[in-house]
């Protein structure tokens, strides 16, 4: 799939947004790839505008696009950080053209997902909550715990971030809980608790809680708290910087690099 001189040519979808921005200066930063595109919505203010300018870099030489499909055509990989619809789309472009397609969308549901493994039948498709190293390292600390504790013990997943964040609870504390439900066998939408408002009753046996905050420029974190009678365990991760999702979709992409088509998560690019 690389050229052969080994380099990845890369592709980002959004490549205006806060997140394609943060995309445009890694891709520049990394080795063995090489920016190849950006595309925006046709009609966006962005469109024609070189994307080092965009990201605050000096320029690239590359200009941002409205027209996905040419960029999935030239680009070994395209990364996308967009909404789920818009995923959707670009996931069938990478079927079409047989590409990697790195998805670090949230707010997909089980439809969405049903979808991307139809697409994934013809791409190599890494679609992941968090593309944090680290975060995707708690999601197998809290799986292991879950299950080793057993429902004895009570799970609260707590987040917080920027107010401008309009997803909640968001994909990541939802993929801790999905994670903690695997390890105790069961599924997240039985045992789900994602509001509590007035006299509640007693907390209920095996259900798995959410407390969603928002406010200021927080990046994101997470806590998961699993509490028994007499002790507590508390698993958390902060984000300082959307860096570290950008170094995370780097390195999917360059892991897909040869591999079958199918859906792959950042479980697989860790080998967790």
């Not at 990394?30 to 190849?36: G, I, N």
């Not at 593309?131 to 917080?160: K, P, Q, T």
């Not at 608790?193 to 009753?201: A, P």
Request: neutral net charge; glycine residues 12%; aromatic residues 2%.
């Amino acid at each position: 799939m690389p050229g052969s001189d080994g380099i990845l040519a890369i592709g980002i979808v959004g490549c205006a947004g806060r997140m394609g921005r943060m995309l445009t200066k890694i891709v520049t930063e990394s080795k063995d790839v090489t920016l190849v595109g950006g595309t925006e919505r046709p009609g966006a203010e962005p469109v024609s505008n070189d994307l080092g300018t965009l990201a605050g870099l000096s320029p690239l030489g590359v200009a941002c696009t409205d027209d996905p499909d040419a960029l999935f055509a030239k680009a070994d990989a395209v990364l996308d950080f967009t909404a789920p619809v818009a995923s959707l789309a670009h996931a069938r472009l990478a079927a079409k053209h047989r590409k990697i397609h790195v998805i670090g969308t949230t707010g997909m549901n089980a439809d969405d997902v049903a979808a991307l493994q139809r697409s994934a039948s013809e791409a190599v498709i890494v679609m992941a909550p968090n593309m944090s190293l680290g975060v995707n390292l708690l999601l197998a600390l809290v799986e292991r715990a879950a299950r080793a504790l057993g429902e004895g013990w009570d799970i609260e997943i707590v987040e917080m971030h920027h107010r401008m964040k309009v997803d909640a609870p968001s994909g990541t504390a939802l993929g801790l809980g999905r994670a903690a439900a695997r390890g105790r066998g069961v599924e997240l939408d039985e045992v789900a608790v994602k509001t509590r408002d007035g006299v509640t009753g007693a907390r209920p046996d095996g259900r798995i809680g959410f407390a969603t905050l928002r406010g200021g420029d927080v990046v994101g974190e997470h806590r998961v708290i699993i509490a028994a009678a007499g002790e507590r365990i508390e698993l958390g991760h902060i984000a300082t910087d959307r860096a570290i999702f950008a170094r995370g979709a780097v390195r999917a992409a360059l892991w897909a690099r040869g591999r079958s088509p199918g859906l792959y998560s950042m479980k697989d690019v860790l080998g967790l």
